[in-house]
């Protein structure tokens, strides 16, 4: 190797070695007694060992030559670059709180944007892990920075849908970057650390917070206790996901007997149907080894969403849980489906929905929240999905949710319902009281309303009962079969290797547009 080599590879090795130091000794310690890894460690956590190929690593805030010297930048506060998560292509990014509290210059909002648009060029996932005071204040990095942000902003969301987008919050994210994480299809917060808030006044202890989001405002689906449980759930994620938009989920093997039978199935709900029980006991009995990757946990918990798999092919759960407001279709719930249903269906990933609910309540409070306009969002979500849909109806179908929750003539490739469903325009106790009210107050009259009432109950659940509804197969309510419950795991297996390889298609169109 000639002389002349030596001082540029001396200047290479110099900028190295200043961003594995990244903020100083003394910022790293720091960083660790808050609790959290820094930039580099958490790559080397998510990332298959050896594999992470860094890029933009000369990169320091930049000025003019008659600026003078400026604050140390390592890697301008951002690292980014190619890695393997399980032998997977991702593209990374991590920002790094040790180098000017993580925020965000011109040139490191750029590194992020053209990264995104990378991924998306190799049709690959990108994984972003935030921990950031958010934009450098200056004059300069202000003015070209907010260009950097939108040109980040929009190359998220063009393409939204065509690469999987997860993002980890493991420290602070403010202002106008905070609207980045929730753009992603998948946000991950440390609930210790983790703090993502617009701006203005906060007038909650919580406010921000990753236990905030979860509950209140929807837009965490994973909380994690630290940085090293958040990326492993960023892992497990991916597991279920494919690497873009063309390409199907992964099938893995499963020790899991397709053909499992559950007698605990038939003891899971109640005889009387004014009580409630957890549809995450049926769940956990007919998926893979009883693995349920749950999203969304305790926002909208009417509304059960996540991941499993059955005889190792990965599906998506819309579950209505009647043990939360009966399962109702209220607006956070109808919103917590839609975006669900959004994400299966640009990746191909195959959708069981299983309904118990009362669907959409009705009065005063819930229009003026809008019931009607987000309960819309769900039909014209559907109407549009092409991937495999399988539908199991549990027990109530009531209302509009026979519709929105995959039966009837949505277009579900498999309807299955146990014996116990109801299908009724509404629930047949107030149908006794708006057909039967004279009736009902000459029984009470007579003392002998309770027989009276459920007299004409019982003739009601009779005729709603799927047992009746069952035996007129193209009109009304439909069901392909109904089932033993304890056959629900085979018969949702079949279905799912049934539509393997299904067609489906919409008509042909620049793009719908969604109800407000």
Avoid at 34 to 52: N, P, S
Wanted: aromatic share 10%.
């Amino acid at each position: 190797m000639g002389k002349w080599m030596d001082g540029y590879l001396d200047k290479l090795v110099k900028v190295r070695e200043e961003n594995l130091e990244a903020g100083g000794k003394e910022r790293v310690e720091l960083q660790h007694q808050l609790g959290k890894l820094t930039a580099r460690e958490r790559i080397d956590r998510l990332a298959d060992k050896g594999t992470f190929e860094e890029i933009g690593s000369l990169v320091r805030e930049f000025r003019l030559p008659l600026e003078g010297e400026g604050r140390p930048s390592p890697a301008e506060g951002v690292v980014i670059g190619l890695a393997k998560i399980n032998g997977r292509p991702v593209m990374v990014y991590s920002m790094d709180f040790t180098v000017m509290s993580g925020s965000i210059g011109d040139q490191g909002i750029w590194k992020i944007a053209e990264l995104v648009q990378m991924a998306g060029q190799e049709q690959m996932p990108i994984i972003g892990m935030f921990d950031s005071a958010g934009s450098r204040i200056s004059f300069k990095n202000g003015f070209v920075g907010l260009h950097g942000m939108a040109r980040l902003v929009r190359t998220y969301c063009l393409y939204s849908g065509v690469i999987p987008q997860i993002s980890l919050l493991l420290g602070p994210c403010t202002g106008p970057l905070a609207q980045v994480p929730v753009l992603s299809d998948f946000l991950i917060i440390n609930r210790n650390t983790g703090f993502l808030w617009l701006g203005g006044e906060m007038e909650s202890d919580d406010a921000g917070s990753g236990d905030f989001h979860m509950e209140k405002s929807g837009q965490c689906d994973l909380l994690a206790d630290s940085d090293e449980e958040a990326i492993e759930l960023a892992k497990r994620l991916l597991d279920f996901v494919p690497q873009n938009c063309w390409e199907k989920p992964a099938v893995m093997e499963s020790d899991d007997d397709p053909e499992r039978q559950e007698e605990a199935l038939l003891n899971i709900m109640p005889d009387d149907p004014k009580f409630t029980y957890d549809v995450h006991e049926i769940i956990e009995l007919i998926v893979d080894n009883g693995e349920f990757f749950e999203l969304k946990e305790d926002f909208a918990p009417n509304m059960v969403t996540g991941f499993a798999r059955f005889d190792g092919m990965p599906a998506g759960i819309a579950a209505s849980n009647p043990e939360e407001l009966s399962g109702i279709m209220e607006p956070d719930s109808s919103d917590k489906y839609d975006r669900f249903l959004m994400f299966l269906d640009a990746f191909n990933i195959p959708l069981v929905t299983m309904s118990d609910t009362t669907a959409f309540p009705p009065g005063d409070r819930w229009e003026r929240m809008g019931v009607i306009r987000h309960g819309a969002k769900n039909l014209h979500g559907y109407s549009h999905l092409t991937n495999p849909k399988v539908t199991i109806v549990l027990r109530r179908s009531y209302g509009g949710s026979n519709i929105v929750m995959g039966c009837s003539k949505m277009g579900p490739d498999f309807i299955y319902a146990w014996p116990t469903t109801e299908f009724a325009p509404t629930g047949p106790e107030m149908i006794v009281h708006a057909v039967f009210h004279k009736e009902l107050a000459k029984a009470k009259e007579e003392g002998n309303y309770d027989e009276v009432y459920n007299f004409f109950l019982s003739i009601l659940k009779e005729q709603f009962s799927v047992m009746t509804f069952g035996k007129i197969f193209t009109t009304w309510y439909t069901v392909h079969e109904v089932i033993d419950p304890r056959e629900t795991r085979s018969r949702i297996v079949k279905a799912l290797q049934a539509t393997m390889d299904k067609q489906e298609e919409v008509p042909e169109k620049k793009r719908y547009i969604k109800p407000a």
